[in-house]
Structure formats: C-alpha cells, structure tokens
C-alpha cells in the first residue's frame, strides 16, 4: 500500500521483518565472525569466509556473509572502499524519486511539513567540532526541535524529532497522531535508521531528498546557512562543548522569537505561527 507513494508502513514492515529473520536465523553466528574479525582486522569476506570453516567448521555462502556483516554493522578494513547501504536506503533506491513526497507539493499550512538536517559546528578556535539536528516547519519556519551532540548517531536525531513532537502537540493542542505530518530530510545514515523511520511511521509520513540533491532540503540548507553565517564568530569562541551548547539554544530561542524572517511577512517565527493558529481557531468558530 503506497501512502502518496514514498513509504509506507506495509513497505517498510515488511523489509523490517526480512532483517529480523535473517538475524534471528544466523545470530549464533555472530559472535564467531566478531572474534575472527578482531583477530584479523586486515581480513576481507574470503578470508573471513575461510576462516570460519577453517575455524570453527562453519560453510557460509560469500553473498550471506556479506549480509550479515552489513545487517550488524561489522566493518572490515578492505570492504569499506564505500559504505554499503542499509536496507532502509536500498528500499529507497528502488522507490526512487517517489520517495520525495514535498518535491512538487505546495505547501500552505503549519504541521504540514517538518524537514530536518544536521551541521556541523566548530568550537574551541576551531579545534573542536558538535554536530546540530534541527526540525523545522516549512511553512511557519518554527524550529520545533534542535538537539546538539558531539557525535552523529541516530540518538542525535531521534532526541531532536521527539523535542519537536512535544513542542507541535504543545502548540497545536492535537495529538501528533491527528495531524498527519510529512517529516522531510536527506537520506543519511540517521535518518534511515531502522529505530528514526520506525518512530516516524507511528505518527506520519516520512520523506526522503534525492541523494546528493541538496536543493531537495533547500529551505533546510538555507537555514542552517544563514543560522551559521550569522553567529560563526561566536560559536568558535566558545571555549567548552558546554558553553557552546547554551549559546546554540540562545540562539535558536532568538531565532524563533525574536529574528525577523522575509517569508512569513517580516515577523519572527513564533509571532507568526500563533497569529496564524489565532485566524484558523477565529474562523471555526464562526
């Protein structure tokens, strides 16, 4: 069943239970390949492959063993020539630009689109870097949810998609359920994590930009390049991850309450969306 094309749920379920079979088939396994691997870091899948048999007399199909390491995230030194896709971003490739649910849509409404990315931000004189996760609404341009982190993992976003969560349903007075969300960004490791698209799918729809299509996520982009444009030179003095991570929520709080943006009428974002939310709640009750 195709939700606007893009995923659905039955899509991406049923490739989800594919990898826990597979998993649960083959885990008893894993902890041999990982013992083999650790011994012989430099080792490719042959080598692993012989190893097994030679080892522990376990005669495993080169193709299986390639998919087990990809499903557990075992990386050896001679595979990684590129990182392999995930079977979130293969499912991706194959639906292909319908993946991109928001690309010829126009989008009129608060809680209609929240697109997401990560930059990089540095510190300590440049010495040091933290990584920034940001859900925007694309039409009201409110910063719903941010979350800053000196490591890119799934945790980084998935904390900033729950802050935004908290903060649509505090706004909109609805469960995050009723308002059908398209959640827009790029098809990055985090964002194609089983743990980020399962949460995504419980309460809407998620959308994907087209790899290497960066203008996908434009309103996106030029967020974060205005955002780090704009205070670069005070983000580099900063002297702690601590005392960078206060002034990026300072910042963003003065993004969202006080910075005047041209596309929503020379307002800030907030005065905008509770202007806006006022107008609809006027016009139902008349």
Not at 3 to 20: F, V
Not at 198 to 214: A, E, F, H, M, Q
Request: glycine share 6%; charged share 30%; hydrophobic share 30%.
């Amino acid at each position: 069943m195709c939700i606007l094309c893009g995923i659905s749920k039955d899509t991406y379920y049923n490739h989800r239970e594919k990898a826990e079979t597979l998993h649960n088939k083959y885990a008893h396994l894993k902890i041999s390949i990982e013992e083999i691997i650790e011994k012989n870091s430099k080792y490719g899948i042959r080598r692993i492959k012989a190893a097994l048999l030679e080892e522990y007399s376990i005669n495993i199909g080169k193709d299986l063993l390639g998919k087990l390491l990809n499903l557990w995230g075992l990386n050896i030194r001679r595979r990684i020539r590129r990182n392999k896709p995930s079977a979130i971003q293969k499912m991706l490739k194959d639906l292909g630009e319908s993946t991109n649910l928001i690309k010829d849509k126009r989008v009129t409404n608060l809680f209609e689109v929240v697109t997401s990315d990560i930059t990089e931000i540095k510190y300590a004189g440049g010495k040091a870097k933290a990584y920034l996760s940001v859900h925007k609404d694309l039409h009201g341009q409110l910063v719903y949810g941010h979350k800053l982190d000196l490591d890119m993992k799934k945790e980084l976003v998935l904390s900033s998609y729950q802050k935004a969560v908290n903060k649509v349903e505090e706004i909109s007075q609805k469960d995050i359920k009723e308002l059908k969300i398209i959640w827009h960004q790029d098809q990055g490791s985090q964002y194609t994590s089983y743990e980020y698209v399962d949460t995504i799918l419980r309460s809407g729809k998620i959308s994907y930009s087209k790899v290497g299509t960066p203008t996908e996520n434009g309103g996106q982009e030029s967020f974060f390049g205005r955002f780090k444009e704009e205070n670069a030179e005070e983000f580099i003095e900063c002297k702690t991850y601590e005392e960078l991570e206060n002034l990026v929520n300072e910042k963003i709080e003065y993004y969202n309450t006080r910075r005047i943006h041209t596309s929503i009428g020379y307002v800030a974002p907030i005065k905008y969306t509770k202007s806006l939310l006022k107008k609809r709640s006027f016009s139902s009750v008349n």
